[in-house]
Nanobody, 114 residues
Framework: QVQLVESGGDLAQPGGSLRLSCEAS????????VGWYRQAPGKQRELVAR???????ISADSVKGRFTISRGNAKNTMYLQLNSLKPAASAVYSC????????WGHGTLVTVSS
């Protein structure tokens, strides 16, 4: 059973930064396509960024140049660096893994407000 656990969500000021972490159980995480999604209140869940097993990445246009997805040195970790935060980035951010099916974490809350 794959488990994904996110951390790092917090209250940040506009223009500030946060780093989200995702830690996974099992050994597939390092070779699977994994990513970050977010869902704001009243909105649909949307892709933020995704990274493949070969470390190819894609990011949503709304976060390009500000958010960076990366894998950790530990094979079962992944990060999302959020810079130049805007209030519109406020959402629950969830870690996901795709390997035959989609696996999801419970999410971590990011709130951007002054």
């Amino acid at each position: 059973q794959v488990q994904l656990v996110e951390s790092g969500g917090d209250l940040a000021q506009p223009g500030g930064s946060l780093r989200l972490s995702c830690e996974a159980s099992g050994t597939i995480f390092s070779i699977a396509t994994v990513g970050w999604y977010r869902q704001a209140p009243g909105k649909q869940r949307e892709l933020v960024a995704r990274i493949t097993g070969s470390s190819s990445t894609i990011s949503a246009d709304s976060v390009k140049g500000r958010f960076t997805i990366s894998r950790g040195n530990a094979k079962n970790t992944m990060y999302l660096q959020l810079n130049s935060l805007k209030p519109a980035a406020s959402a629950v951010y969830s870690c996901s893994m795709f390997w035959g099916q989609a696996y999801w974490g419970h999410g971590t809350l990011v709130t951007v407000s002054s």
